[in-house]
C-alpha cells in the first residue's frame, strides 16, 4: 500500500498550490481519502475529506471552507487538494491518508502517506 503525497512548496500570502495524493496497493474507489496537516508544535488536524467513490462526498474543516477543494481522479488512484487564498496559518506538513469513511480523528485512518510542506510566507 502507498500513497504519495506532493505538490508543497514556498508560496506568497493569497497564492494557491495543488497538492497531490497518488495512491496505490488497496481498492481506491472503496476508501475515503483525507488530507491532514500538522504545523511545528502543533497536533495534527483533519483538513478536508472525500468519501469513497459510491458518494464521493467532501467534508472541510472550518478554517479553510470555501478556499481549499478536495477532488478524485479515479482513473489516476489520485486526490487532489486545491488550496487558494493561502494564509500563513496554513503551513504544515500536509498528509494524505485512506480510511473506510471519512473521520476527523486521525487514528482510524489505516494507511498514510509521507508528508509534503506547505510553506505560506512572503
Known amino acids: 500500500v502507498q500513497l504519495q503525497a506532493s505538490g508543497g512548496g514556498l508560496v506568497q500570502p493569497g497564492g494557491s498550490l495543488r497538492l497531490s495524493c497518488v495512491t496505490s496497493g488497496f481498492n481506491f474507489d472503496y476508501y475515503a481519502i483525507g488530507w491532514f496537516r500538522q504545523a511545528p508544535g502543533k497536533e495534527r488536524e483533519g483538513v478536508a475529506c472525500?468519501?469513497?467513490?459510491?458518494?464521493?462526498?467532501?467534508y472541510y474543516t472550518e478554517s479553510v471552507k470555501g478556499r481549499f477543494t478536495i477532488s478524485r481522479d479515479k482513473a489516476k488512484n489520485t486526490v487532489y487538494l486545491q488550496t487558494t487564498k493561502l494564509k500563513p496559518e496554513d503551513t504544515a506538513v500536509y498528509y494524505c491518508a485512506a480510511a473506510r469513511g471519512c473521520a476527523p480523528e486521525a487514528t482510524l485512518y489505516d494507511y498514510w502517506g509521507q508528508g509534503t510542506l506547505v510553506t505560506v510566507s512572503s
Open positions: 472525500i468519501s469513497s467513490s459510491a458518494d464521493d462526498n467532501t
